[in-house]
């Protein structure tokens, strides 16, 4: 099946430093990906929607500014959350999909950040 | 717009039989999903079901009805290592959006 690598898989930042975050199709070409945010105990929200070579399509509510979305390569896009902050402070996943089964989504398997 | 309810917990006995609801409103529809959560780890996908009925999966087993906006996901001889969250979800354009997760606590 379809692996999505996501790193690193837990993250510890003072406050105003920025995180990057990777996600990585592994033996497949990701037409697109998807980054989530998950608060404790709440469900997956969507944050943006990136497609390779494109820039990245934000939710409502989610500043483009704050959360830089990279995805250069059909195997490849990177979550930066700049200038962090506590409230930041979440699990994060990234998702792709296959170019022929876009209603199938593969997992990353998350990353912790803990902003100080 | 796309409006998905589960309900927020649930619990019940190992060895039992479960079932999840999940009602959704959407302007168009191309199927829904359910994956299964454990804290702190991604989702994992569980069923999806296009066409109205009962598709089982060993254990699991998910029901749609598309004219009622309905979908159930049941789960039988419950184990332990079912305790974890079971997300509905239902494609939008071009996204995959969740439901807010129903959390099942097994009791021994």
Same mark, same amino acid.
Request: proline residues 4%; contains cysteine.
């Given at each position: 099946g379809a692996v999505v690598s996501q790193?690193?898989?837990?993250?510890?930042?003072?406050s105003g430093t920025s995180v990057k975050i990777e996600c990585r199709s592994l033996d497949?070409?990701?037409?697109?990906?998807?980054? %989530?945010? *998950?608060?404790?105990?709440?469900s997956l929200m969507l944050m943006a929607t990136s497609n390779e070579g494109s820039k990245a399509t %934000?939710? *409502?509510?989610?500043?483009?500014?704050?959360?830089l979305i990279n995805h250069a390569s059909l195997t490849l896009s990177t979550l930066t959350v700049t200038s962090a902050h506590p409230e930041d402070s979440s699990?994060?996943?990234?998702s792709a999909s296959l170019r022929d089964r876009a209603e199938k989504l593969f997992f990353g398997s998350g990353t912790q950040l803990s902003v100080l | 717009g796309q409006n998905i309810d589960q309900p927020t917990?649930?619990?019940?006995?190992?060895?039992?039989?479960?079932?999840i609801n999940c009602t959704y409103q959407t302007s168009g529809f191309n199927g829904l999903f359910w994956y299964q959560q454990h804290a702190g780890e991604?989702?994992?996908?569980?069923?999806?079901?296009?066409?109205?009925?009962?598709?089982?999966?060993?254990?699991?087993?998910?029901?749609?009805?598309?004219?009622?906006?309905?979908?159930?996901?049941?789960?039988?001889?419950?184990?332990?290592?079912?305790?974890?969250?079971?997300?509905?979800?239902?494609?939008?354009?071009?996204?995959?959006?969740?439901?807010?997760?129903?959390?099942?606590?097994?009791?021994?």
């Open positions: 790193h690193p898989s837990r993250v510890i930042c003072k497949f070409q990701a037409t697109t990906m998807f980054w %989530y945010r *998950q608060f404790p105990k709440q %934000y939710e *409502q509510g989610v500043e483009k500014d704050k959360f699990f994060y996943i990234c | 917990e649930m619990t019940a006995t190992e060895g039992a039989i479960v079932q991604a989702p994992t996908f569980l069923s999806y079901n296009v066409l109205d009925g009962l598709e089982e999966k060993g254990r699991f087993s998910s029901f749609l009805s598309r004219s009622k906006g309905y979908s159930y996901l049941l789960l039988k001889e419950l184990q332990m290592k079912d305790s974890a969250s079971y997300l509905c979800a239902v494609p939008r354009d071009d996204k995959i959006i969740f439901g807010k997760g129903t959390r099942l606590h097994i009791l021994p």
